[in-house]
């Protein structure tokens, strides 16, 4: 038995002598990181240690190879699942930012709006604001504020159309 693990490991150092540099060439192609290739080139030789009771002198390269290609295989699927996870924190992080730049920007707007609204003659002030945060329709405004609903329509449109140039100003 003693013998056995002794030749197994000379097996295994003779091995990485001969082998290490190919290995690491062929992980080197594969994923295109010099650190990372070395590290599981090493790898390679220590999980190969694992297998010391199976190994033999006419397969043991073959078992190197095949032991490079499952951990190139691993790296490189654990690899893409990073950046897969990355580029969607990215854009869920973009997507925030874009949400929150928006809300400033229609605030900002709204501000712009209120201080125009603000400068318009009293009774066009109270007529388009019960248009536009009150929600009421041109009846309810009319009703509400004791005019024919023709002189409504007038004042909306008039402030509407004033506070649309002042906006384009600001944009």
């Known amino acids: 038995m003693r013998d056995t693990t002794m030749t197994s490991f000379k097996l295994i150092a003779d091995s990485y002598l001969n082998y290490q540099r190919l ?24 999980k190969l240690m694992d297998y ?43 997507a925030y930012t874009n949400i929150v730049e928006k809300q400033i920007i229609a605030d900002d707007l709204l501000h712009h709006e209120r201080r125009k609204v603000t400068q318009l003659s009293e009774q066009r002030r109270k007529v388009y ?24 329509e007038n004042h909306l ?3 509407r159309k004033e506070v649309r140039e002042y906006m384009r100003q600001c944009i």
């Not at 690491?24 to 030789?45: H, M, P, R, S, W």
């Not at 078992?63 to 950046?83: A, C, G, M, P, Q």
């Not at 604001?129 to 409504?152: G, H, W």
């Open 129 to 152: 604001v019960m248009a536009r945060f009150e929600d009421k329709t041109a009846s309810e405004i009319s009703q509400a504020l004791n005019l024919s609903s023709r002189t409504v």
């Open 52 to 94: 010391q009771q199976m190994l033999r002198v006419d397969t043991i390269k073959f078992f190197i190879f095949t032991i490079s290609r499952n951990l190139v295989y691993d790296y490189l699927r654990r690899h893409y699942k990073r950046l897969e996870v990355t580029s969607y924190i990215y854009e869920q992080q973009e």
């Open 23 to 46: 290995v690491f060439l062929y992980i080197y192609y594969k994923i295109g990181n010099k650190e990372e290739a070395e590290d599981l080139t090493q790898d390679v030789f220590l």
């Open 157 to 159: 449109f008039a402030s």
